[in-house]
């Protein structure tokens, strides 16, 4: 992939702002709507399921196509498939708007997740291609910022807007207000995000080798996981569940003939040979599903337990939210040897906010704000871990699996979010009502749960740092760091020249290479070059 500039070294802040702008539409939407949700039953006459339905929708459809959505951007362009995006929010959140019925509200619902994983798919490997270095170090901060900010102005708001009625819309203007704001990003994105296309070598191979069977298998074992655990449904529907492990055993080996024949998989799980990168997303997966976990447990303990009236309870996991943002300058600001140590850190003051949030004085009024500190120490923490284990990421994976590493993290962040507030929403209110615990025990045993697991990734960030390319490694072409210019990230491998056989100089298995490598980097998939077929470029 090449990006024109016009005739700069890279693209500046500029364009990092139109990406980070969509991202922030798309988390302030997800906020906005679950707090609007009660009006909308009200005016439209929703039941319950619809109502779920219409918020889950949204997450459902943009899980099962974030994958899918990077490996566009690889092929066409993160600008072009960005700007897709953002006008197919635009034009879904007009629908949404102007729905008078259910059917029409959910299938526009549907709309903007599809279209929310063309946008934000993007924004990982658009700071992946286009910043190296600090670069692109204060760029993931940057991004953590957006985050954090989205979902906390999301929160503030929604009922804000819904209660102010703007021109008698009602809930509509959550909706109606992407319409203005989504035609001046996209101008915006024209002007200023740069020209990226692949290679011309490397579109044929791209248009001859659409994975649509690995696709396919992506999508029905991503929907296999999240539908039983979003929606209310039957005892029937674990069946889905179950059917989850064969359909994730057939993608593996679907994706496995797709690279032993030279194609481009849907979901190339190669860079998961690194224990870098097998490590960094360990980490990432349970501190992204106690984080979920912890805001839902939160809006069922301070308004159930402690009486809290609801815009009070919204505003306490606030400075959790905000806490998470600031945390994101302190990497792009710290030398290695401290940046190295940020994921294991962020793990500790994560695991310390969980086992101190059931500890600390809680009650209405003023009584609530020592639990909004020790939030808010968690809050920190896990910004901390999130922006400086993307940074390992981004250093152990070469720019040509950008889309890989993006899909990956986005649709992993999607289903361990609904998993763990499937788990701790169900535990919570069942210790609760049990003779043996109550609620107090339950609120203490369920927050004692997320500091195990948040202190099991604590091992695993550390292993991710350890295993990591280190101050002493020689510089790939890529910008990946190789220690010591052995063939593997984090394994052994041969020094000097790629020959044959062995991994990219980058760590990771060449696309094209021929043969059985010795090294651990190919211990998930073997390649073979096809007859005819030129080994793609580093990028």
């Known amino acids: 992939m090449r990006a024109t500039t016009g005739g700069r070294a890279g693209p500046g802040g500029s364009a990092l702002l139109v990406l980070l702008i969509g991202q922030a539409m798309a988390n302030i939407d997800l906020a906005i709507v679950n707090l609007a949700a009660p009006a909308i039953s009200a005016d439209l006459d929703v039941g319950s ?32 498939v960005y700007l897709w995006g953002l006008a197919l929010f635009t034009l879904a959140s007009l629908a949404c708007g102007l729905a008078t019925g259910t059917g029409v509200l959910i299938a526009g619902r549907c709309l903007q997740g599809a279209a929310t994983a ?11 291609r286009w910043f190296t270095g600090s670069g692109r170090a204060r760029a993931l901060g940057w991004n953590a910022v957006t985050l954090s900010g989205g979902a906390a102005l999301g929160q503030v708001l929604g009922g804000t807007i819904v209660s102010a009625d703007l021109l008698g819309t009602g809930w509509r203007a959550v909706f109606l207000l992407n319409g203005p704001i989504g035609v001046v990003v996209l101008l915006m994105g024209v002007a200023l995000l740069p020209h990226d296309r692949p290679d011309p070598a490397d579109a044929p191979a791209g248009l001859r080798d659409n994975d649509v069977p690995g696709t396919v298998l992506l999508a029905a074992a991503t929907l296999a996981v999240l539908i039983p655990l979003s929606l209310e449904r039957p005892d029937w529907i674990w069946v889905l569940l179950a059917a989850a492990v064969p359909l994730a055993a057939q993608l593996v080996r679907t994706e496995r003939r797709v690279i032993a024949r030279g194609g481009r998989p849907a979901l190339d799980l190669r860079p998961l040979a690194a224990p870098t990168v097998r490590w960094s997303l360990a980490a990432y997966a349970g501190t992204t599903l106690t984080y979920i976990a912890m805001l839902y447990l939160l809006s069922l303990h301070l308004q159930r337990e402690l009486g809290l009236p609801a815009w009070q309870a919204g505003l306490v996991p606030l400075g959790w939210v905000l806490a998470f943002g600031l945390s994101g300058p302190v990497l792009g600001r710290s030398p290695r040897s401290v940046a190295r140590l940020l994921p294991f850190a962020g793990c500790v003051l994560l695991t310390a906010a969980y086992a101190l949030a059931p500890v600390v004085p809680a009650g209405t009024g003023t009584a609530v704000w020592p639990l909004t500190a020790v939030l808010c120490v968690g809050g920190f923490g896990l910004g901390l871990t999130h922006t400086s284990l993307l940074n390992v990421l981004t250093t152990a994976v070469p720019p040509r699996y950008a889309a890989t590493l993006s899909g990956t993290v986005n649709t992993l962040s999607t289903v361990v979010g609904v998993t763990g507030v499937a788990l701790f929403g169900a535990a919570y209110p069942w210790l609760g009502r049990s003779s043996w615990a109550g609620p107090a025990m339950a609120w203490t045993l369920t927050c004692a749960g997320l500091a195990v697991i948040t202190a099991l990734c604590a091992l695993a960030a550390l292993r991710a740092v350890a295993t990591a390319p280190g101050d002493d490694g020689a510089t790939a072409a890529d910008g990946a760091v190789v220690p010591g210019g052995a063939g593997a990230v984090g394994g052994t491998g041969t020094s000097g020249g790629a020959a044959a056989g062995d991994p990219g100089a980058d760590g990771l298995p060449e696309p094209g290479n021929t043969g059985a490598a010795t090294g651990p980097a190919t211990a998930v998939f073997t390649t073979k070059e096809p007859p005819g077929r030129a080994t793609p470029s580093a990028d």
């Open 49 to 80: 399921s619809e109502l779920t339905l219409m918020v889950t929708s949204y997450a459902l459809c943009s899980a099962v196509l974030l994958a899918p959505a990077a490996r566009l951007g690889e092929h066409h362009g993160v600008r072009r």
């Open 118 to 128: 063309l946008m934000t798919s993007q924004v990982l490997v658009g700071i992946h």
